[in-house]
Structures are given as structure tokens and as C-alpha cells.
T-cell receptor, first 111, second 116 residues
Framework: RKEVEQDPGPFNVPEGATVAFNCTYS??????FFWYRQDCRKEPKLLMS???SGNEDGRFTAQLNRASQYISLLIRDSKLSDSATYLC????????????FGAGTRLAVHP | GAGVSQSPSNKVTEKGKDVELRCDPI?????LYWYRQSLGQGLEFLIY????????KSGLPSDRFSAERTGGSVSTLTIQRTQQEDSAVYLC??????????????FGQGTRLTVV
């Protein structure tokens, strides 16, 4: 079983739609969680950290369920510029801040 | 700029040749990571440096791969006797230490390696 698993998609949605991505992780001792965004042929960039209480940044909402070892990302009012691959990232305890990446979920927003 | 810099951006090499990939992290970032990304795949962890030491090199795929870091700054990833399966984008990232959980890792633009 992979350490971090994501639905690969692609998710094809119209502008203005709400879309949700899920991610599961296998190491229950994981300490930190992130969503990174990667545009085509570009490097990954941090989208947002994920906190236990859930957190929101504009149109983006991240949730963490430690009991189920599950992370989610919700994007409201999708924009064309949201088209990218979204990478779920987990940092295990004692892992020297090593980031374990999921394979990513591809999102395509169309007019 | 003040971001992570990698060179070369593209490298085409013949099978069996050695290659060196370079990473200049953000100044002051003590943690440095190498990842590999094959076409359409996620990021595969290769090695982590804290200062000049590598406490976690568990991801290096074979003994043909090695990496070093000098002066707590520049890192070089060396692949000996390259094989076609080594073709991928090699990404370097740096972040601030000590191991604060919510520190961002900043990535370079990567080196696209093609072995022919």
C-alpha cells in the first residue's frame, strides 16, 4: 500500500463549480499535512497547510480526519486558473520533515 | 532571484555515462531534499540533507546514485552509469530547520534528464 494515496482524476469541471479532492495516508503517526499545487511542467508550490481543526484560505478549505487518516481539499467557485495537479503531502513523525507526496489529482476547469 | 536554483535545466546523456545535477538552495535553509518525478507520476523521495549530513538516504534507488552537500549550501546529485529508467525530472527543495512541522519546502524548477 502506498504511504499517501489520491484519486488521480482527472476532474473536469465547469467554471464556478465546487470540487473536492480526497487523500488517505497509511502512517498514523504522521504529524503534518499539506496541499501542494503543481502546474504542467512546473515545480510544486505550497497551496496550504492542513490543520486539525480544518482551515480555509479564500475559496480553498482543507480538512483533516486523523481517526480515518484522511485529508480533503475543497475548492469553491472554480476558476480556469485552478487547473493544475493537486498533491497531498504528509510528514511522518521523526521523518526529518521529509515530505511524502501522493501521486496527485489532476483538475481541469473549463469555460 | 532568491529561490532554489538547479542546473542544468535539461540534460541529455548517453546510456552508461555519468551525470551531475546541481542544486543551490535558498540562503539560510539548512534542510535540502532531492526528489525524482517520472512522467505523469508523483514525487519520489531520494535523499534528505540536514546541513552537510544525510540522515535519510533511504530513497536512493541504487548504488549508482549518490549525493553530497558542502558548506551547508550547494548539493550535487550524481548518477553513475546512467540507464534509460533514470530519465525523469530531478527536483531539489529546501526548507528552514529545525524540523518545524509547518515549514514550507521551496522547490527549484528541476533538471529534466533524458538518457538515450
Amino acid at each position: 500500500r502506498k504511504e499517501v494515496e489520491q484519486d488521480p482524476g482527472p476532474f473536469n469541471v465547469p467554471e464556478g463549480a465546487t470540487v473536492a479532492f480526497n487523500c488517505t495516508y497509511s502512517n498514523s503517526a504522521s504529524q503534518s499535512f499539506f496541499w501542494y499545487r503543481q502546474d504542467c511542467r512546473k515545480e510544486p508550490k505550497l497551496l496550504m497547510s492542513v490543520y486539525s481543526s480544518g482551515n480555509e484560505d479564500g475559496r480553498f478549505t482543507a480538512q483533516l480526519n486523523r481517526a480515518s487518516q484522511y485529508i480533503s481539499l475543497l475548492i469553491r467557485d472554480s476558476k480556469l486558473s485552478d487547473s493544475a495537479t493537486y498533491l497531498c503531502v504528509v510528514v511522518p513523525i521523526g521523518g526529518y520533515n521529509k515530505l511524502i507526496f501522493g501521486a496527485g489529482t489532476r483538475l481541469a476547469v473549463h469555460p | 532571484g532568491a529561490g532554489v536554483s538547479q542546473s542544468p535545466s535539461n540534460k541529455v546523456t548517453e546510456k552508461g555515462k555519468d551525470v551531475e545535477l546541481r542544486c543551490d538552495p535558498i540562503s539560510g535553509h539548512t534542510a535540502l531534499y532531492w526528489y525524482r518525478q517520472s512522467l505523469g507520476q508523483g514525487l519520489e523521495f531520494l535523499i534528505y540533507f540536514q546541513g552537510n549530513s544525510a540522515p535519510d538516504k533511504s530513497g536512493l534507488p541504487s548504488d549508482r546514485f549518490s549525493a553530497e552537500r558542502t558548506g551547508g549550501s550547494v548539493s550535487t546529485l550524481t548518477i553513475q552509469r546512467t540507464q534509460q529508467e533514470d530519465s525523469a525530472v530531478y527536483l531539489c527543495a529546501s526548507s528552514v530547520f529545525p524540523g518545524q512541522a509547518n515549514t514550507e519546502a521551496f522547490f527549484g524548477q528541476g533538471t529534466r534528464l533524458t538518457v538515450v
